[in-house]
């Protein structure tokens, strides 16, 4: 028999909340008491629950300016190379680089690639899609997409440790604790 | 300076005094969920939602056979005829991706610039951008007299060896217009995810959560999630608005780089993104008054949402009215026969009858708008979108028909009378444009979920 048959290991500690502002603050306690391996789900957008779990920088911009830079240098390659080297044509006198002429397509290239590589990047980087997760075994859970507010401490973390971690989680003041499941 | 409450996130409404509210008081997360969810998962589908989509249907089933018959015979069928080449397909062409600007607008630029009470109008505006796109984007290739070559269009290594002209504005349009179809599809998409989230969860049908888990990609909310979704949603709002200025201004370089009289103008880019806007609100205002009265939706979509609307088309429209006049002063102060002949053409010519009208429509009329009493009645406003957008239809016949009827021999004159196919595939795009709002109202949520949570005074983080 198998140590994980014996205590089967979960992914951590689930703890509900009512409010944006107490999840925050359940997140700063929880980081302060030196969790780390946390995250908080909410139904909207908070930017200081982020800073709460110490998540302060998104690489998505760096993405989107590697995928502009790209997007343009290669709609003004493709143009250079078509109009000067792979066919050149004399349009009514006009030089074979008419740079001035080839921004447009290369602004919109720019555009083009900048958002695509955007959107790909974020979910690439968020790690979706992810149709199954733990989380989802909690039947609490599905009210994060309605009104209410999750902080998950997760068993990776190396302070984790079950009874404690559960006494420390009542001592934010959830609505709930539960046990996630793998 | 009005100070407002501390804005917490992109999202958030920082109102000023005497105006009406963004969203009506008594709302919580879970009403505003519930209103407008069950809008697509519970309620029955009703009469007028049957009876809308088969008036959609109907003309799309025209549009249908128009095209059909256009592929079998050619574009002999429509009355274009050398010197007016270009007709009724243009026209459409110009005035759809005009309406489609307004969509990019309220989403990209009104985020900008944290005008939050775009977060309720935002994703239909969306849904219409796209829409309209769709139904421009068909008519350049309909006119092409042989669509099944459109590809040629793009450059891609040929065994032909040929390449596209890239100093054409033609090829500017196709990837102006295809750019632009993408990122507002994407972005509409990226806006979509966190409520097919919710969607997944208050769905009860098996395969309807399926469907929406499926199209949500397993969003769990996670703060991580929501710090790069913010900043992608921050960035693409940032590339739309310089996009969406540009797309109707390579439109109008189809015109201004040709020599035609009445095209040949600098003016044109800036007053065509201006009257693109103009279309685009008073299309918004046509879907979105009866959308809130059939769905109950006035409690998220205010008058404030209205009256700034109207207020939009009012300063859209002045500059519009900016650009008559001054394309009539140029004709006159340059100089050229040509020109004033041009604008006299348009004044006293064949087609001055929908010149007149197009003033009537586009800067008479609306200028009703000045009056706040007038800004409050939904029926009025109504009615004086739906002139508008007939107003803009005139605008882009005018544009084309008359400067390219008479240009600058006497000799090659002539005379342009739209037939019935003309009508058939103008009236069928708007089946399709009518057929896919229906649909889209009942399948997705009409209104952004979570970011009209994010409005509520309950979203704010407060000190403890």
Known sequence: ????????????????????????????????????????????????????????????????????????????????????????????????????????????????????????????????????HPLFHSERFAMVTRDKFFLCVEAADSKFDLVTTHQFMESLDPLTISEVPH | MQQGPEEKTILQDVPWPDEPPVMLPG????????????????????????????????????????????????????GIEVPVAWGFAIINFVWWIGIGHAGTLISAILLLLKQTWRNSINRFAEAMTLFAVACAGM?????????????????????????????????????????????????????????????????????????YGLLAMGWRGSARHWKNYEALYLLLAGIATPLVLS????????????????????????????????SGFAMVLVLAIPIRKYYGLEGLITMRHLQNSAKIMLATGLIVAYGYAFEAFIAFYSGSTYERFMMQNRWFGPYAFFYWCLILFNILIPQVLWFPKIRAKTGWLFCISL???????????VIIVTSLH??????????????????????????????????????????SIFEMRALLPEAEVKAK
């Open chain 1, 1 to 132: 028999m198998s140590h994980a048959q014996l205590s089967p290991p979960i992914y951590g500690l689930l703890a509900e909340f009512d409010t944006p502002t107490d999840l925050v603050y359940a997140a700063k306690a929880a980081y302060a008491a030196g969790y780390r391996k946390m995250d908080a789900y909410s139904p909207f957008p908070i930017e200081e629950a982020s800073e709460a779990i110490g998540f302060h920088k998104s690489r998505v911009p760096l993405i989107v300016l590697l995928g502009g830079i790209l997007g343009g240098s290669s709609g003004f390659g493709l143009q250079y190379w078509i109009n000067c080297i792979s066919y050149p044509l004399n349009i009514g006198g006009k030089p074979y680089l008419s740079w001035p002429a080839f921004i447009i397509p290369t602004f919109e290239l720019t555009i083009l690639f900048a958002g695509l590589c955007g959107v790909f990047g974020m979910f690439a980087l968020n790690g979706l899609p992810m149709p199954y």
């Open chain 2, 27 to 78: 709302q919580t997360f879970g009403s505003v969920t519930d209103t407008i969810a069950d809008a697509v998962l519970t309620r029955p589908i009703g009469l007028g939602w049957l009876f809308g989509l088969f008036i959609g249907m109907t003309l799309l089933g025209v549009l249908m056979a128009a095209v059909t018959y256009l592929f079998l015979i050619g574009v002999g069928i429509w």
């Open chain 2, 139 to 211: 008519f350049p290739l309909l006119h092409m007299g042989r669509p099944w070559l459109a590809y040629w269009m793009f450059p891609y290594p040929s065994s032909m060896g040929v390449w596209p002209q890239f100093r054409s504005p033609l090829v500017w349009d196709v990837f102006a217009v295809s750019t632009y179809a993408t990122i507002s599809a994407v972005f509409w998409y990226v806006g979509l995810v966190p409520d097919f989230a919710t969607m997944r969860e208050k769905a009860q049908h098996p395969i309807a959560r399926k469907i």
């Open chain 2, 247 to 278: 797309v109707h201004t390579v439109v109008s370089f189809d015109f201004a780089v040709a020599i035609v009289p009445g095209w040949h103008t600098t003016i044109f880019p800036p007053y065509f993104v201006a009257g693109a806007i103009y």
């Open chain 2, 387 to 397: 002139v508008i957008l007939v107003g803009m239809w005139l605008e882009r016949f």
């Open chain 2, 406 to 447: 008479r240009d600058y021999l006497p000799s090659s004159w002539g005379h342009y009378t739209p037939t019935r196919w003309d009508y058939a595939v103008f009236f069928g795009t708007i089946g399709l444009f009518t057929t896919a709002i229906f649909i889209f109202i009942r399948i997705m949520p009409a209104i």
